[in-house]
């Protein structure tokens, strides 16, 4: 099993910055990806932005040029720079990690951030 951690949620003002840290343990065969995904009240589950290893960096549209994603490889870890934050921006962001194993692709989340932006 693989566990993921996130850490840096929070209450920020609009136009603020936030950081968001994931740090993936256990079991890793090699991961694959890792990216952020967000659920606000009532939605479903979104992309943020996915990081490969090969590969382009994907964006959601609405947060292009304001969130950046980037990824140590050798911690296993993804971070996820938030700036220009926006009430919109406000849900509970989760981690995901694709590990490589012989047997296939699986997919591991964490247990969630909550980020909320005020007005």
């Known amino acids: 099993q693989v566990q993921l951690v996130e850490s840096g949620g929070g209450l920020v003002q609009a136009g603020g910055s936030l950081r968001l840290s994931c740090a993936a343990s256990?079991?890793?065969?090699?991961?694959?990806?890792m990216g952020w995904y967000r659920q606000a009240p009532g939605k479903q589950r979104e992309l943020v932005a996915t990081?490969?290893?090969?590969?382009?960096?994907n964006y959601a549209d609405s947060v292009k040029g304001r969130f950046t994603i980037s990824r140590d490889k050798a911690k296993n870890t993804v971070y996820l720079q938030m700036n220009s934050l926006e009430p919109a921006d406000t849900a509970v962001y989760y981690c995901?990690?694709?590990?490589?194993?012989?047997?296939?692709?699986?997919?591991?989340w964490g247990q969630g951030t909550q980020v909320t932006v005020s007005s």
């Open positions: 990081r490969p290893n090969s590969g382009s960096t």
């Open positions: 256990g079991s890793i065969f090699s991961i694959n990806a």
């Open positions: 995901n990690a694709v590990d490589r194993r012989p047997m296939g692709l699986y997919t591991y």
